[in-house]
């Protein structure tokens, strides 16, 4: 059985002004040869060394190609709010893990007022998931506290919480361009996960 949960967000956050690049070359369609010349050679994304600008642009690829070119649009020349909304709907996505906390767990607490997200949620929440999923690889304890750390850091520059040390829970809105983009896609995992009425939407 396929590990339902990959841990495909330990090295980075939301990187949205990364993704507004990488946004921008998967528009032109270029063929590899382009692509490693301006991400590696050029190192268009400005990292400090090789090894870390193909590991960068190898994940924002992955996150954006799980939408569509309306939503890469949305994310290289759309506003601050609805490319930072973008790239989260594209990174809930392509990594269930933190999708499945924010629609089991944040949303719960935001549809019972609570002010504020415990840390310890995120620990109870990964017990649970292996209470339901047997055989689900059991991690490093510096992997688990890896995507524990990257989870809250996505959420709070995402906006759904004020900031990773208080959680205290911000009631997001989607922009209403983006929130039309996914349903009429049908993106309803992704609706759940960022909208406490996305089971109805």
């Known amino acids: 059985m396929p590990n339902p949960y990959p841990a495909n967000f330990t090295k980075a956050s ?5 993704s507004r690049i990488i946004a921008g070359l998967l528009l032109q369609d270029l063929p590899s040869a382009e692509w490693k010349r301006q991400t ?5 994304l400005q990292r400090r060394t090789k090894n870390s600008a193909q590991t960068a642009a190898s994940l924002i690829k992955s996150r954006l190609m799980t939408m569509e070119r309306e939503l ?13 909304q973008a790239v989260l709907a594209a990174t809930v996505k392509f990594s269930p893990l933190l999708g499945d906390y924010l629609q089991y767990v944040y949303q719960r607490e935001r549809k019972q007022f609570a002010d504020h997200l415990r840390q310890s949620s995120w620990d109870l929440f990964i017990d649970d998931c292996h209470n339901r999923i047997p055989g ?3 991690r490093t304890e510096s992997t688990q506290a890896k995507l524990k750390q990257n989870a809250f850091r996505i959420m709070a520059e995402a906006g759904l919480i004020d900031n990773t040390k208080d959680m205290t829970i911000r009631h997001l809105a989607l922009v209403p361009e983006l929130k039309r983009y996914l349903v009429r896609k049908q993106e309803k995992y992704v609706l759940r996960c960022l909208l ?3 089971r109805n939407v």
């Open 40 to 44: 590696l050679d050029e190192n268009i």
């Open 136 to 138: 689900l690889p059991v």
């Open 14 to 18: 939301l990187l949205v002004p990364e």
């Open 196 to 198: 406490p009425e996305g």
């Open 72 to 84: 890469w649009e949305f994310i290289h020349t759309g506003s601050k709010e609805l490319a930072t």
